[in-house]
């Protein structure tokens, strides 16, 4: 999820049942290139096994979640919020 408030770099958060960790990408000519997984001060980050899926979605997901950022923070434009049930491997 993204907050409505966000500051660069872009990044998206994954919360589960009151802990929260994100995901920052460092993008370069467009491209995905590395994204870090990061603790949110003032919350205690997401167990490891919920992490590991996290990260797992967001590698699957990382070239729509930018696009969506931009979409959002860039060109100011209505993005719609996906729900994603199954599971990513």
């Known amino acids: 999820m993204f907050y409505s408030n966000e500051h660069e770099p872009i990044h998206v958060h994954g919360k589960y049942q009151g802990q929260e960790s994100k995901a920052e990408?460092?993008?370069?000519?467009?491209?995905?290139?590395?994204?870090?997984?990061?603790?949110?001060?003032?919350?205690?980050?997401?167990?490891?096994?919920?992490?590991?899926?996290?990260?797992?979605?967001?590698?699957?997901?990382?070239?729509?979640i930018v696009q969506k950022w931009i979409d959002y923070f860039v060109l100011h434009k209505q993005v719609e919020c996906e729900k994603i049930e199954r599971k990513i491997k």
């Open 25 to 64: 990408f460092t993008i370069i000519d467009g491209n995905v290139v590395e994204i870090t997984i990061k603790n949110v001060r003032g919350r205690k980050p997401l167990p490891s096994n919920i992490l590991r899926n996290f990260s797992h979605f967001i590698n699957a997901y990382s070239d729509q």
